[in-house]
């Protein structure tokens, strides 16, 4: 069973989002753990101080080592190992769908959440194994990238989603965008539903999906067309499509 813990320094943000929906119920049914700290409660300082001005000058205010390498030793002794450490970072490598499935492989993860103008460096020596972006954009803080993290994470581990193929299925699982979906009425505002969709031919709603599903691809994301991998028969399918699209 998966658990990710977050250390913050603003642990009421975190544990509402966790705590909520999909991400929430999969804790109470026991298939998930979030854990989330209060990097506050592990510092020395009698002002419960955080933060210090930064060695060399500057502008802002940098975290502290100590406080935070007190906080994820105390994880590591609840859990009897050491986590798979992750710092949210807009320096790190941008996340990913495929980043999301590669960190299932680990059964703990420790997500790290700056704020001000970050972390002291050698405490991310320590305690660090990965640093994630989740865009080239900069926020004030780690907690919604440790979020947004820790529910494309959580979702994918076994019994969070009442059936796995509701990911299997979606955007960019097997590197494509996922096909329009409906649901009732079956015309709305003079729009219908699609005529296969309301067939119950299994087999011909699948070719129809896969299909607009690489159109979609190809006409929004074309960039994610040069990493997929096609059997012959969907390929021919893409050349078509890619031929019908020049000659428009
Ligand atoms: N001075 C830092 C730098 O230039 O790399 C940026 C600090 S930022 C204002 C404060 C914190 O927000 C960071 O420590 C990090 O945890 C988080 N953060 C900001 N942008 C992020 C992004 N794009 N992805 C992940 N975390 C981010």
Known sequence: MMRIDI????VDMCQTVMDTSIIGRAQKKGVLTVR?????????SKQARVDDAPY????GMVMQADPIYRCWEAVCAD??????????SPQGKVFTQ???RELTKHDHLFLLCGHYEGVDERVLEEIIDEEISIGDFVLTGGELPALIVAD???RLCPGVLSDSVCFEDESLYRGLLEHPQY??????????VPDVLLSGDHKKIEEWRFEKSLRRTLRKRPDLLEEVLLNDKEQKLLDKIRAESEAD
Do not use: E, Q
């Not at 989330?36 to 020395?44: A, M, V």
């Not at 649901?183 to 219908?192: E, G, I, L, M, Q």
């Open 36 to 44: 989330c700290h209060n990097i506050r409660d592990y510092t020395l």
């Open 98 to 100: 495929h980043k999301a």
């Open 152 to 154: 494309a994470v959580a």
């Open 79 to 88: 859990a009897g190992s050491r986590p798979y450490g992750i710092y949210l």
């Open 56 to 59: 060399g000058g500057g502008m």
């Open 7 to 10: 250390a913050t320094l603003f």
């Open 183 to 192: 649901s009732r009425p079956a015309v709305w505002h003079d729009k219908a």
